[in-house]
T-cell receptor, first 113, second 111 residues
Framework: NAGVTQTPKFRVLKTGQSMTLLCAQD?????MYWYRQDPGMGLRLIHY???????AKGEVPDGYNVSRLKKQNFLLGLESAAPSQTSVYFCASSLRLVNTEAFFGQGTRLTVV | DQQVKQNSPSLSVQEGRISILNCDYT??????FLWYKKYPAEGPTFLISISSIKDKNEDGRFTVFLNKSAKHLSLHIVPSQPGDSAVYFC??????????FGQGTRLTINP
């Protein structure tokens, strides 16, 4: 049982380039999330989804887009990468939206130069 | 506005002693609290949680205490082991709000 899997694990982008981070979960969870982790800032919610075909903004959504075409997948896109988007990105999923634990992927370390 | 705060960026404890990690929150609507543990190059993993209707929850060596009047929760690890060295995040949620995380505390257990 893989849980939550993120692809890729590492990536270096040049400013202005675009990329998509893929998240896949095999727990049949309705809810999925993208977080970014920065030193001294903890984990901040970028976007989330409450089900297939739905997405919503989190705390820091600017510069990112997401899509949830299939229940098991949640994609995070950067259309024009900026150095401020250098971070570690975590995908997570949960059975419920609140009062429950979320299961996290192993993270994607993104560097924008 | 940091709704969940972990004011100690790091903590060093001797093996076998008690580790106490602290977390404060400002939003009185939070009613569910969690602790996550994170090793380098891995994602956070769920450790223990507590509902606002309780003031204590235990799971083996880990105990979480909640003081609602002070808007404070703490994680106690007894006895501390070298494998407990990690970054610990506290998190909180409310019916209308997704998980909000603190900044994390790096715990180092010294042999």
């Amino acid at each position: 049982n893989a849980g939550v899997t993120q692809t890729p694990k590492f990536r270096v982008l040049k400013t202005g380039q675009s990329m998509t981070l893929l998240c896949a979960q095999d727990m049949n969870h309705e809810y999925m999330y993208w977080y970014r982790q920065d030193p001294g800032m903890g984990l901040r919610l970028i976007h989330y989804s409450v089900g297939e075909g739905t997405t919503a903004k989190g705390e820091v959504p600017d510069g990112y887009n997401v899509s949830r075409l299939k229940k098991q997948n949640f994609l995070l896109g950067l259309e024009s990468a900026a150095p401020s988007q250098t971070s570690v990105y975590f995908c997570a999923s949960s059975l419920r939206l609140v009062n429950t634990e979320a299961f996290f992927g192993q993270g994607t370390r993104l560097t924008v130069v | 506005d940091q709704q969940v705060k972990q004011n100690s960026p790091s903590l060093s404890v001797q093996e076998g002693r008690i580790s106490i990690l602290n977390c404060d929150y400002t939003n009185s609507m939070f009613d569910y609290f969690l602790w996550y543990k994170k090793y380098p190059a891995e994602g956070p993993t769920f450790l223990i949680s507590i509902s606002s209707i309780k003031d204590k929850n235990e799971d083996g060596r880990f105990t979480v205490f909640l003081n609602k009047s002070a808007k404070h929760l703490s994680l106690h690890i007894v006895p501390s082991q070298p494998g407990d060295s990690a970054v610990y995040f506290c998190a909180a949620s409310a019916y209308t709000q997704k998980l909000v995380f603190g900044q994390g505390t790096r715990l180092t257990i010294n042999p």
